[in-house]
């Protein structure tokens, strides 16, 4: 079970990075800690064992640390999400805005099946851009979304507006 104080006392905040006015919700602290980051893992594992996935996609680069542990507990496989240009195979992409312009992601043609049932894993929950590119590749593929998974989530971004219609579990909020 997930101590959210412990965990969130330990996520550091740096301020104005990347930009002036914003606080950056650094994990790295966490995922030096073994008990932290085991509670992590251990309590996203069981928000997205409830959505009976039969793949974890994890979205570049923070929700392959996390979503990688997830899929090995649920003995299941591993799709990453990767900026444009970093998959080696035949890929299809996503573009999502950013505050300044846009991104794009990709997935392998062959990841996902029609019919599977995804659950993604990320870090945070921002304004939701980059997991509403990651479900447009699943369902691209043919694959549904089971549901989405972040260790945090950034509330007065709104990005679960994005995402509406979607089972999301979030750890902490800010």
């Known amino acids: 079970m997930l101590r959210e104080t412990l965990v969130k ?12 006015g914003v606080i950056f ?16 893992v251990d309590s996203m594992t069981e928000c997205v064992r409830q959505a009976k996935p039969d793949v974890i996609v994890g979205i570049e680069s923070r ?7 997830v899929a090995l ?20 992409s996503a573009e999502y805005a950013l505050e300044y312009g846009t991104n794009v992601v ?7 099946e029609p019919g599977m049932k995804v659950a993604v894993v990320d870090d945070l929950l921002a304004t939701g851009g980059t997991a509403r590119a990651a479900v447009e590749l699943v369902e691209e593929l043919g694959g549904t979304i089971a549901g989405l998974s972040f260790l945090i989530e950034l509330e007065f971004l709104h990005g679960r507006k994005v995402l509406d219609g979607y089972d999301i579990c979030s750890l902490i909020k800010y």
């Open 9 to 20: 006392q330990i996520i550091r905040d740096v301020p104005d990075f990347p930009a002036e």
């Open 25 to 40: 919700r650094d994990i790295t602290p966490v995922l030096q800690d073994a008990t932290a980051f085991r509670e992590v």
């Open 63 to 69: 929700g392959f640390i996390l979503g990688a542990p």
């Open 73 to 92: 507990q649920l003995k299941l496989g591993f799709v990453p999400v990767r900026k444009a240009g970093k998959l080696p195979a035949d890929t299809i």
């Open 106 to 112: 990709e997935m392998h043609r062959d990841a996902i």
